[in-house]
């Protein structure tokens, strides 16, 4: 009995402290409400009320102030929204009534409702329907003056209002307009991806099933026609550096990766050449291997009607390994079992790190128009048996063999090099795509 009573006190003294503190809070809101009241600041005075009621719901006085600063800002703003309407300014005034729908929307949820004069209603959707129609007249006017960004914004704008079915359609065909004629306009100044994006905006609001989309589809289809480049991406060799450094045949499995796993599906605008009729043409020229100069790479492209030539090399490449963490263990012989001996397991971590230079060249003016570094790292964890002597007379688990097994650790090495040569092929495809649509406007 007397532990109910001492938890029953506690639980009583923690409801009276969080009683208090609602009250004090309430309060200091209360009189923040009375002062921004005072300072004619009667938006915040309100928000203050609305807090004060929605923590305590009887506070009579805070009630009475809210009604009171309710109707002040009433009448305030739809003075504003008067004087906005006799300028024509009728976004303003719906403006002005949106914040009148705010405050009564606010306030009811705390249980003060603020009236509005008789004829509020129609009036508010005589404004809505006027600053609807005055935005189609403006967009409409800018579209034959030829702003079309300014078209667009006013267009935009009508998205914030109530819209009937038949208005909605008329704004997003207005919209739609303007991006397939500015795509128009773009075409025109061989302004190829800017086009075609205009063009899928057209596409987003409207699909491709109707007469703008249609007229979309095409405009892209011109500007991919007109504005793809096509680049030819001749083999990578490796430097003198490299190639005393680098597993053999790496730049050649990089070439590879680079071109039949990244620039199989290229970007938009942008076109590789087929890879056959690159070897095709180097056999021709009897280059097999090894550097690839500059004229030779833009005769190449000129032969096979290339934009853009690329030519790169390993320039460097470094294989590096952390110090070894080195744990001992003790194991039977596997034929005498009461005999242990010690083996040493090698934990460590590889970094692998290669470092590419690509060219971007201009085969027609034979020159480099662009020259990249690319650097890509790779870590792996390794672990390695080391003993004094054959290891096969150990009694040693399955696992316990995988340290020792060197077919395992060639394995994994090769593993780390197809990633890193993966990671090296994947920022390649990316820079040469950023490269070659740069050219592209």
């Known amino acids: 009995m007397i532990r109910q009573k001492r938890n029953f006190l506690a639980v009583l003294t923690l409801a009276l402290v969080f009683a208090l503190i609602n009250c004090a809070s309430v309060e200091k809101r209360y009189k923040k409400g009375q002062e921004m009241e005072s300072k004619g600041r009667l938006e915040e005075a309100a928000q203050r009320y609305i807090k004060v009621l929605a923590k305590d719901p009887s506070m009579q006085d805070a009630r009475v102030r809210l009604e009171d600063v309710g109707a002040q800002l009433i009448d305030t703003y739809l003075e504003q929204a008067h004087a906005y309407e006799s300028t024509g300014a009728y976004e303003s005034t719906v403006s002005a009534l949106n914040r009148i729908d705010s405050l009564r929307r606010r306030t009811s949820q705390v249980g003060v ?18 600053a609807v ?81 249609n007229k979309a589809l095409q405009l892209q289809k011109a500007a991919l026609e007109a504005g793809t480049r096509t680049v030819a991406v001749l083999p990578f060799w490796a430097s003198v550096r490299a190639e005393d450094e680098a597993p053999r045949g790496m730049e050649s499995n990089l070439y590879d990766t680079l071109l039949y796993e990244y620039l199989s599906e290229p970007v938009l605008f942008v076109a590789p050449i087929d890879p056959g009729a690159i070897h095709r043409e180097l056999r021709r020229l009897r280059i097999r291997s090894g550097e690839i100069t500059r004229q030779t790479a833009s005769m190449v492209g000129l032969t096979l009607n290339a934009d853009f030539v690329v030519i790169g090399w390993m320039e460097s490449y470094s294989l590096e390994e952390g110090i070894p963490e080195e744990i001992e263990h003790r ?5 005498d079992r009461s005999t242990h001996v010690t083996y040493i397991e090698r934990k460590y971590t590889v970094d692998m790190t290669a470092e590419v230079i690509y060219q971007v060249i201009d085969p027609t003016a034979s020159r480099v128009v ?8 790779v870590s792996g964890q390794f672990r390695r048996g080391h003993y004094d002597g054959d290891y096969t007379t150990l009694d040693l688990s399955r696992e316990e063999r995988r340290l020792f097994n060197k077919e395992e650790w060639l394995r994994a090495e090769e593993e780390m090099e197809t990633l890193l040569s993966d990671k090296v092929a994947e920022r390649i495809a990316a820079s040469i795509y950023a490269r070659i649509l740069t050219f592209i406007r």
């Open 133 to 213: 129609a005055s935005l189609f007249e403006q967009g409409e006017y800018n579209e034959q003056t030829g702003n079309l960004a300014e078209a667009l914004r006013k267009y935009e704008r009508l998205r914030a209002y109530p819209l009937s079915p038949a208005q909605a359609q008329r704004a997003n065909e207005a919209r739609a307009g303007v991006h397939i004629k500015w795509a128009e306009q773009d075409l025109g100044r061989a302004y190829f991806r800017a086009a075609f994006g205009r063009a899928q905006k057209a596409l987003d609001i409207l699909g491709p099933d109707s007469e703008i989309g």
């Open 370 to 377: 662009n020259e990249e570094t690319v650097v890509a790292k």
């Open 113 to 130: 409702v603020l009236s509005v004069p008789d004829g509020y209603e129609d009036f508010r959707q005589e404004m809505i329907d006027a």
């Open 331 to 335: 194991v039977p012989l596997r034929r």
